[in-house]
C-alpha cells in the first residue's frame, strides 16, 4: 500500500461520514463507552472491527503476536485493567485464528531470538496440552487445534485477573473464546466451558 495513498482515503473517508452524518466526528469526540474489549492478534489480515461490522467506539482493541495474554505483560494487563475498570465493559474476547504465524513458529525447534520467550508462552500451551495434540496425526488439524487451545488458555489468563473477578461478581462479565477463520470469513465461537477446566483448582486463583 503506498504510502501516500492513505491521507486520500482518509479525506474520503472523512466526506463519507459527514455525508452520513455531519455531526460523527462531533459524538466521537465526546468520548468512548464499548462493551467490549477485544484481544486479538497483530496479523495484518485479521481487523477486528471490519470481521464484526463494529463502528468506532463500540470495541476496545488490543492486539499483539498470537493474541497472548501473559501473566506479566504489563501491556495486556494495563489494557484490561482499563478496559474493566474504567471502561466497564460487559465482554472480554479472545480471538485467535486459523494460519496463525506465531503459532506455527511456536510449534517449529528453530532460534527465534526476541521471540523466544514470546513464543514460550505459546509451547508452554502445547506442553499442557501435549497427549491431545499428539494424538493428532494430520499437522493442519494439529496445528487449528493448538490455535484453539491457545485461545483457551489465554481466556483462563484473563479470568485470572482479579479486575475480571471482580466485574464478573459486580456486573456479570463475561469471557469469549473465538477463532476467525480466514478460509471461510467466519468467526467460531468455541464455547469453552470455563467451569469445567479450572473444576477443582479454581480457588486457586480466585482473589476476590
Known amino acids: 500500500m503506498d504510502i501516500n495513498k492513505i491521507f486520500e482515503n482518509n479525506q474520503s473517508w472523512v466526506e463519507e461520514q459527514l455525508q452520513l452524518d455531519e455531526g460523527y466526528f462531533d459524538k466521537l469526540s465526546e468520548g468512548q463507552q ?3 474489549l477485544y484481544i ?14 463494529a463502528r468506532p467506539g463500540e470495541v476496545f482493541v488490543h492486539r499483539n503476536i498470537a493474541n497472548m495474554v501473559p501473566n506479566v505483560d504489563l501491556s495486556s494487563m494495563s489494557v484490561i485493567n482499563y478496559a474493566v475498570s474504567s471502561l466497564k465493559v460487559k465482554h472480554v474476547i479472545v480471538c485467535g485464528h486459523y494460519g496463525c504465524g506465531g503459532v506455527n513458529a511456536a510449534m517449529q525447534a528453530n532460534d527465534l531470538g526476541i521471540l523466544n520467550p514470546w513464543l514460550r508462552n505459546i509451547r508452554d500451551v502445547y506442553r499442557f496440552h501435549k497427549i491431545e495434540l499428539d494424538a493428532i496425526a494430520d499437522e493442519q488439524k494439529k496445528y487449528d487445534r493448538l490455535v484453539e487451545l491457545n485461545v483457551q488458555e489465554q481466556c483462563v489468563n484473563v479470568l485470572k485477573t482479579s479486575e475480571v473477578q471482580i466485574a464478573n461478581k459486580e456486573w456479570g462479565l ?4 473465538w477463532v476467525f477463520d480466514m478460509r471461510t470469513g467466519k468467526i467460531k465461537d468455541l464455547n469453552i466451558d470455563f467451569g469445567n477446566i479450572l473444576k477443582g483448582i479454581q480457588e486457586i486463583y480466585r482473589l476476590v
Open 174 to 177: 463475561t469471557v469469549h473464546g
Open 40 to 53: 486479538g492478534c497483530s496479523d495484518s489480515r485479521v481487523t477486528a472491527e471490519e470481521m464484526m461490522g
Open 34 to 36: 464499548p462493551e467490549i
